[in-house]
T-cell receptor, first 112, second 116 residues
Framework: AQSVTQPDIHITVSEGASLELRCNYS??????LFWYVQSPGQGLQLLLK??????LVQGIKGFEAEFKRSQSSFNLRKPSVHWSDAAEYFC??????????FGAGTRLAVHP | GAVVSQHPSWVICKSGTSVKIECRSL??????MFWYRQFPKQSLMLMAT?????????EQGVEKDKFLINHASLTLSTLTVTSAHPEDSSFYIC????????????FGPGTRLTVT
């Protein structure tokens, strides 16, 4: 069965520092992978997605993610975090019937 | 980009009453709509998937008689929580997917339901 693991429940970084949020997936075939961001009390906004091709994908707001098949990972990165990046981040993998399977989420706090 | 709206954004209702939440795709045809429930500080739990003009498919453990889903048109789906109880209080989020878009879903802003 498909699953997504986000090992870090809560991460705190200083503004201007680099960021990496981890995501591991379990899926038998080539996965469709997504990263979403959710601000408090809001819906989800798509940051980036991977379907095929270049394993380093660029997204909005300066985020990027790298698909590593050998590690079953799709980690999200940003070179310099802004205070406005504080939010909840969800990694997801596409499952059967076009469903999305979400990880538990990582809550990002940014110190000034 | 694809925009999904939800109405209302928050609602308070008394125990035993029913409440309807609307989900609209504003600039695309949502052939499939998904309804999620999210508890505080938790991930999204898929409740059901609905295709336009068809009955919704509910996930295991979700009471279909309690959470009525209708997807009457390509731009509108509704979730009705019947005989609501305090334990139904939650954040409900819908998303829409269009034909040919695969797994890509566009999410609404969510509806906060509080049952007193």
């Amino acid at each position: 069965a498909q699953s997504v693991t986000q090992p870090d429940i809560h991460i705190t970084v200083s503004e201007g520092a680099s960021l990496e949020l981890r995501c591991n997936y379990s899926y038998g075939a080539t996965p469709y992978l997504f990263w979403y961001v959710q601000s408090p009390g809001q819906g989800l906004q798509l940051l980036l997605k991977y379907f095929s091709g270049d394993t380093l994908v660029q997204g909005i707001k300066g985020f990027e993610a790298e698909f590593k098949r050998s590690q079953s990972s799709f980690n999200l990165r940003k070179p310099s975090v802004h205070w406005s990046d504080a939010a909840e981040y969800f990694c997801a993998v596409g499952g059967g019937y076009n469903k999305l399977i979400f990880g538990a989420g990582t809550r990002l706090a940014v110190h000034p | 980009g694809a925009v999904v709206s939800q109405h209302p954004s928050w609602v308070i209702c008394k125990s035993g009453t029913s409440v309807k939440i609307e989900c609209r795709s504003l600039d695309f045809q949502a052939t499939t709509m998904f309804w999620y429930r999210q508890f505080p500080k938790q991930s999204l739990m898929l409740m059901a998937t609905s295709n336009e003009g068809s009955k919704a498919t509910y996930e295991q453990g979700v009471e279909k008689d309690k959470f009525l889903i209708n997807h009457a048109s390509l731009t509108l789906s509704t979730l009705t929580v019947t005989s609501a109880h305090p334990e139904d209080s939650s954040f409900y989020i819908c998303s829409g997917g269009s034909k040919g878009a695969g797994h890509e879903q566009y999410f609404g802003p969510g509806t906060r339901l509080t049952v007193t």
